[in-house]
């Protein structure tokens, strides 16, 4: 396996999983435990990410299979299976559009701009300029070297949200019964 190749464990690993996790929560339950147990994965991979000692390519396919098993068990908890629970049918579409307006917002722009960010103001290692043939002429190319462990452990830290999140759910439907526990099947 080549080195670029481990990232696309992730989708690969996300495609196949997900309906599976959902599947068993529609006959199981458990979505917030499912979320928190999600969110968890996904923490523990960022900080195995965050840790230097730890650059092995087989820690990183190991890593970025179990952040394939994360990332499905939280949106099969919660995005089709859960909102209904939560809110009144009447306001669906409407929570559905906000979910993903959120989502696309915070998640596809502002996070990847805040790591960008993060990146270019403090994790700069160096430069290196090597000379490549492109288009057929010989050219000077700057690649700029970065630390990634800040980056990490942002990523840690948005687990750990994800888990107090998922813990708060939790607990309000504990307390409101939503039903997020119980399975969506009968029988």
């Not at 306001?91 to 596809?108: D, E, H, K, P, R």
């Not at 290692?125 to 630390?147: H, S």
Request: glycine share 10%; charged share 15%.
């Amino acid at each position: 396996m080549v080195g670029h190749d481990i990232p696309g464990l992730l989708p690969i690993g996300a495609m196949l999983l997900t309906p599976t996790f959902g599947r068993v929560y529609d006959k199981m339950g458990k979505g917030a435990t499912i979320m928190i147990l999600g969110s968890l994965l996904i923490m523990v991979v960022h900080v195995i990410f965050t840790v230097p000692l730890l650059n092995h390519w087989l820690i990183a396919v190991f890593a970025m299979l179990l952040l394939g098993v994360g990332f499905s068990l939280v949106p099969s908890a919660m995005w089709p299976p859960s909102v209904p629970k939560l809110i009144p049918e009447r306001q669906l579409g409407t929570a559905y559009s906000l979910i993903f307006f959120m989502q696309n917002l915070v998640a596809l722009m502002g996070v990847p701009m805040l790591i960008g960010h993060v990146l270019d103001t403090y994790c700069v290692t160096g430069k290196t300029t090597t000379q490549e043939t492109i288009d057929g002429k010989l050219q000077d190319v700057v690649r700029t070297n970065y630390d990634y462990t800040l980056p990490m452990a942002i990523f840690t830290c948005c687990g750990l949200l994800a888990i107090v999140v998922a813990l708060l759910l939790k607990r309000e439907d504990r307390v409101k019964g939503y039903g997020l526990e119980l399975p969506n099947q009968k029988g």
